[in-house]
């Protein structure tokens, strides 16, 4: 055996022991990066895990004031349960704007034209740094003078343009996180460049971005309650209007935390199962 052949051994060797070390260590280190809780896994079975003990936290204490304290915890609830159909409505429609907004962001962010890339850019660094409220306040009030907007529809536009921009850098990063060379095949195989972003890319991403949007419908959830503004009767409108009746501020508001607390820690849950199905799968 030649010094070149030995070399070449030794740094294939090498390579295979870092490999093995780096899978070791990415099995105890895992970093998890969510707007939620900390999701159990499937194999963990610490009883005192953090979502665990959030939910049981949440669900016993508001089990407790509901049956135990009826007055006026029980009145409270049934009025503010019944801001969560105007929440959902407002937030899945939400939802389906920013995802197509951002679909087509991402797409911007990435094309070789300068002038998509420009506009696309623009339009991320323009509605990210004006706050929600302003942007809801905006389209319902001074919009509104111009277009026939009622307040569910002008909360699906802020909201969806809002989170658009995020979600545009969400698909950006999936579209970057596809290996160059699926692209590289698909034009080698006849297609051209939309239609491989259309038939190879995109599906691809989807399955890479899932749990970031299950993430961001979480996010934008809780900042529904903003809708309140624009007299959308949510959750926290509901809440608002009992306090203005009853001054019971501190009781109400304890409520309203805790139905939001138990709905955002089940929509986590489901998060996390989703993720780990793709991982499962991948």
Known sequence: ???????????TTTKIKAKKKAEEVKKYQTIQMTDGVLIPKKNDGSVLNSWRIT?????????????????????????????????????????IGAVIIGTFTGLGAVSKHKWINMVSGVYVELIRGIPLLVQLIFIYYALG???????????????????????????????????????????ALGLNRAQAFRYVILPQTLKVILPAIGNEFI???????????????????????YISRTFLSLETMLIVALVYLVITLVLSWLVGKLEERLNKNA
């Open 1 to 11: 055996m030649n010094s070149k052949e030995y070399n070449y051994g030794k740094i």
């Open 55 to 95: 939910f049981i936290f949440s669900i016993s204490l508001l089990f407790f004031l509901v049956v135990f304290i009826p007055d006026p915890y029980r009145k409270i609830f049934s009025i503010v349960i019944t801001g969560t159909p105007v929440t959902f409505q407002a937030t899945i429609g939400a939802i």
């Open 145 to 187: 003078r111009f277009f026939s907007l009622n307040g569910m529809l002008s909360a699906i536009i802020a909201l969806s343009i809002c989170f658009g921009a995020y979600m545009g850098e969400i698909v950006r990063a999936g579209i970057q996180a596809i290996p160059k060379g699926q692209m590289e095949a698909a034009i």
């Open 219 to 241: 996010s934008m959830l809780k900042d529904s309650s903003l809708v309140s503004a624009i007299a959308l009767s949510d959750i926290l409108k509901r809440g608002k209007e």
